[in-house]
């Protein structure tokens, strides 16, 4: 690619520490790209001693993809391009031991870890629900906070119940020989921090980082970072601070004030050229973070052309919102001959997307749901999974427990019971239980017969596993369960086992793609397992192929995508900003996120809000968002603002006009 002058001087500096101030559309993923390959071509570093981390597996495959164009698929090969929670995975399988665990540790999902807390607090009679739970453990291992010294500080009861949760479940997780998602990240700083020969192996390897989006980073994701190259301080870092809008996940929009103070000989460069919007998107939006402190200014611009003017459309109340917005995404594929992908529809909160849904389908426009379930939510999918986690580690309680009825052994809830207690007092996994003589002191009969059965089944699948071809193992575990049948007979219609049967089709298929890595190698069943496990953490539905429909999704989703024409509705005081987010540094995300969704748009910006909107089954006046006040007056074009007999006219002229634009199309 052609660089500019602040690009090129990016890609060249490699002296000290560097900041990559980066606005929206300005060519950051082209700058670390063209910096890996310089490095490589004519600063003659080793692939393997550079390290990027982006935040999702698509933006790391698309970085790939690039670099493979550039360098060659072996060099490629050999560069280390990834996520943060990937890149601690790898530390960890490299060396388990010294974070307490074995080989073949399992990653439990979200899900599964809510599972284990559910039960936990069942078994300690807590009052705590189990998500709040999962929200509080998740914030004390971000921190580096233990179980013991949670429990010291612990300042209310629902704290010092949550500590104790915490206790348990970290002592179930190592006996399980299991980790968490925020494991990944926690387990190596916490090594790397601690086992100086760890810590010093890494650094010797480490030569260049790079890490994209950096303001999306959290205090554990920053102290990974730091302990990687601390020997050599070759650091660049790309981000904006008017972009951190995932301070609910931890970022820290301050985190480039810490930068600067860890390292004060950080050089900052920025990037202000914008290649994506007109002049006048880019205006507005400017206007817009303007009223947000900075440590570093920045104004972006742009050479394509003035633009469109920013539309405001002020409409009656929800339903008409989406009619309007509607009618106008047909009217405008019509007129300009372009697809239905090329508009997308931006809300603050996913209950907006109701009203607009219906008015697209009573149009006939198609259209997508970016953020929906993921293939990994369906029942089926997460059975197979259980299943295939069993083969690889056998004492996963969470997958025994799973799929030990599934499908139906007649092994029921007063079994389970019975051995997870008899477990928890022998200090052993599910699995090991049913192999002990002692089981016998708590099941009898059928009910014993049944758990041993299951469990010589798993070890004999297991060893087969590790000995034959992966794949033929896996399909006659599925064979030998009749999983097929079981999904005939328990899907409510014959549709829904028809798709139910897709999945399972679909998922092994991946799995034997998965089996051969990039170098041509055989890969082991357990790191097929853990890559599944990891890309349903990360990567949600992300490989999906592009529909030719309306893009629908949430401000926060889309970060990091571009649409020839957006509109954003629902700018309302109480809806954007949100009412739970009105204290200033809330308030000051909530700036981002306007400023996030204004920048999506690359020749069509269009706001809309409503008079009424209905609240809890009444309708009631609205205010509008603050921060259309800002934006500037003289590339405004504002729709039916004060209801007049005119303003009203050329609503309805607009109407009529779509109505004899829908008859031409019959």
């Known amino acids: 690619m052609a660089l500019n002058p602040q690009q090129l001087a990016a890609v060249k500096h490699t002296d000290t520490p560097l900041l990559v101030l980066a606005g929206a559309g300005s060519g950051k993923t082209g700058v670390i790209t063209e910096k890996i390959a310089y490095l490589i071509e004519q600063k003659q570093y080793s692939p393997r001693s550079i390290i990027a981390v982006t935040f999702t597996n698509k933006a790391a495959q698309e970085m790939k993809a690039r670099l493979t164009k550039k360098l060659g698929a072996s060099v490629v090969r050999q560069l280390s391009v990834s996520t943060f929670h990937r890149l601690g995975l790898n530390i960890l399988r490299e060396s388990p031991e010294p974070a ?33 739970a999962q929200s509080m453990i998740s914030n004390w291992k971000s921190a580096f906070i233990g179980p013991e010294k949670a429990l010291k500080f612990a300042d209310s009861d629902q704290a010092t119940s949550a500590a104790l ?29 601690e086992n100086a020969e760890m810590r010093e192996k890494w650094q010797g390897r480490v030569r260049h980082l790079l890490v994209d989006e950096y303001q999306d980073t959290n205090e554990s994701q920053y102290a990974l970072m730091r302990l990687l190259m601390d020997k050599f301080g070759a650091l660049t870092v790309v981000g904006d601070d ?9 970022a820290r929009p301050d985190g480039l004030i810490t930068l600067k103070d860890d390292y004060p000989n950080l050089r900052v460069i920025k990037l202000e050229q914008n290649y994506r919007s007109s002049q006048r998107i880019l205006k507005a939006a400017n206007a817009v973070i303007s009223h947000n402190p900075h440590l570093f200014e920045k104004k972006l611009w742009s050479d394509l052309g003035i633009g469109d003017e920013i539309c405001i459309s002020v409409c009656r109340h929800g339903l008409d919102e989406a009619d ?18 090329d508009f997308a529809i931006l809300y603050r909160s996913n209950f907006q997307s109701r009203h607009f849904e219906k008015a697209l389908r009573e149009k006939n426009i198609p259209y997508q749901i970016t953020g929906g379930s993921s293939f990994f939510d369906k029942a089926e999918v997460k059975d197979m999974l259980a299943y295939l986690k069993l083969l690889v580690n056998p004492d996963d309680d969470t ?11 007649e092994i029921g809830p007063n079994t389970m019971m019975k051995l997870g207690d008899y477990a928890r007092t022998r200090q052993t996994s599910l699995f090991a239980a049913c192999h002990e003589m002692g089981l016998e002191s708590v099941l009898s009969g059928k009910p014993l017969a049944r758990v041993q059965g299951f469990a010589n089944w798993l070890t004999v699948q297991g060893d087969n596993a590790q000995r034959g071809d992966p794949m033929a193992v896996v399909n006659e575990v599925f064979d030998a369960i009749h999983f097929r049948d079981w999904l005939e007979t328990s899907a409510d219609t014959p549709k829904a086992a028809e798709k139910m049967l897709a ?8 799995m034997q793609r998965l089996m051969v890595d990039e170098e041509q190698k055989d890969r082991s069943l357990n790191e097929v397992v853990n890559r599944l496990c990891l890309h349903d953490m990360l990567s949600r539905q992300e490989d999906g192929k592009p529909l030719n429909a309306v893009n629908m999704l949430t401000l926060h989703a889309a970060k990091g995508l571009e649409f020839p024409q957006v509109y954003m509705v629902g700018m309302e005081e109480d809806l954007m900003p949100h009412k739970n987010s009105l204290e200033d540094e809330a308030i000051e995300e909530e700036r981002r996120l306007a400023y996030v969704g204004m920048t999506r748009a690359r020749h069509r910006l269009t706001l809309t809000r409503c008079r009424t909107r209905q609240r809890y089954g009444e309708s009631s006046l609205t205010e509008p968002s603050r921060f259309l006040a800002d934006l500037p007056p ?15 006219r050329d609503r309805q002229a607009g109407q009529d006009a779509l109505a004899s634009l829908k008859e031409l199309l019959k």
């Open 100 to 132: 307490g665990l074995r080989k073949n540790f399992t990653i439990l999902d979200q899900s599964d870890a809510l599972t284990i807390l559910k039960e936990l607090i069942r078994e300690q009679n807590s009052p705590l629900e189990e998500r709040t």
């Open 165 to 193: 949760l915490f206790r348990d479940y970290e002592q179930w997780l190592r006996s399980c020989n299991s980790v968490d998602f925020d494991d990944l990240i926690n387990l190596p700083v916490v090594v790397l921090s």
């Open 242 to 250: 008017d972009q951190s809008i995932y301070s609910w996940r931890g």
């Open 324 to 341: 309007w917005v509607a009618g106008q995404i047909l009217m405008r594929q019509y007129q300009k001959q372009c697809a239905f992908s």
């Open 399 to 409: 997958a025994f427990i799973r799929v030990v009825n599934t499908p139906r052994r």
């Open 503 to 510: 999945s399972m089709d679909e998922l092994l298929e991946w």
């Open 634 to 648: 003289e590339d405004v074009i504002t729709i039916g603002d004060t209801g007049t007999n005119n303003e009203e």
